[in-house]
């Protein structure tokens, strides 16, 4: 148990959906994180927020939207999707006071676009 | 551009022995370095790190060496378990920077 709780954990979607991924930590953390990982390639950073505030958007196509509430939810809204982009989409969070932070990763989500 | 490498996809050990996994980064402002573990069907979950001051961190049975003039780093499982099974990933970090770049994976199997 990580502390990081993501759902839904598997979804399934057309190209003409709109969904959203939702993640929360229960760390007490106050920066989250989407990552993406797709087949055969590494970890891609997508968002950064920092006590709500996006602070890193990693050159992502507007279908994704990510949104932060608070510091402990975080949700990516998906919309017009691509099939190239199903992934397995993780969620992070740190503890940023520090120079050097460990970030905390989600179960996940696997989404699948056709 | 790859900043951090795992060039082994797969590594098979036998119960017992020791497992050395490996990391080379290009990047020298590269100064944390992290290793992560990943189960199938779970997130990657947090192993041990490494600042850039130090060569070497220990965490019971794992321990991760820096040898920051050949921008290597590896990861020794000693001894070996099957439950330690799983994809390994290691990645790296700037200064004050929250952006972890992470190398492609090392599948670890461990033979009973």
């Known amino acids: 148990e990580t502390g990081v709780t993501q759902t839904p954990r598997h979804l399934v979607m057309g190209m003409t959906n709109k969904k959203s991924l939702k993640c929360e930590q229960h760390?007490?953390?106050?920066?989250m994180y989407w990552y993406k990982q797709s087949a055969k390639k590494p970890l891609e950073l997508m968002f950064v927020?920092?006590?709500?505030?996006?602070?890193e958007n990693n050159s992502v196509p507007s279908r994704f939207s990510p949104e932060c509430p608070n510091s402990s939810h975080l949700f990516l809204h998906l919309h017009t999707l691509q099939p190239e982009d199903s992934a397995l989409y993780l969620c992070?969070?740190?503890?940023?006071?520090?120079?050097?932070?460990?970030?905390?990763f989600g179960p996940g989500t696997r989404l699948l676009v056709l | 551009d790859q900043q951090v490498k795992q060039n082994s996809p797969s590594l098979s050990v036998q119960e017992g022995r020791i497992s050395i996994l490996n990391c080379d980064y290009t990047?020298?402002?590269?100064?944390?370095f992290l290793w992560y573990k990943k189960y199938p069907a779970e997130g990657p979950t947090f192993l041990i790190s490494?600042?850039?001051?130090?060569d070497k961190n220990e965490d019971g049975r794992f321990t991760v060496f820096l040898n920051k003039s050949a921008k290597h780093l590896s990861l020794h499982i000693v001894p070996s378990q099957p439950g330690d099974s799983a994809v390994y990933f290691c990645?790296?970090?700037?200064?004050?920077?929250?952006?972890?770049?992470f190398g492609q994976g090392t599948r670890l199997t461990i033979n009973p």
């Open positions: 927020y920092n006590f709500k505030e996006q602070t």
């Open positions: 990047n020298s402002m590269f100064d944390y």
């Open positions: 490494i600042s850039s001051i130090k």
């Open positions: 992070a969070s740190s503890q940023a006071t520090s120079d050097q932070e460990t970030q905390y």
């Open positions: 760390l007490g953390h106050n920066a």
């Open positions: 990645a790296a970090s700037e200064w004050g920077a929250q952006k972890l770049v």
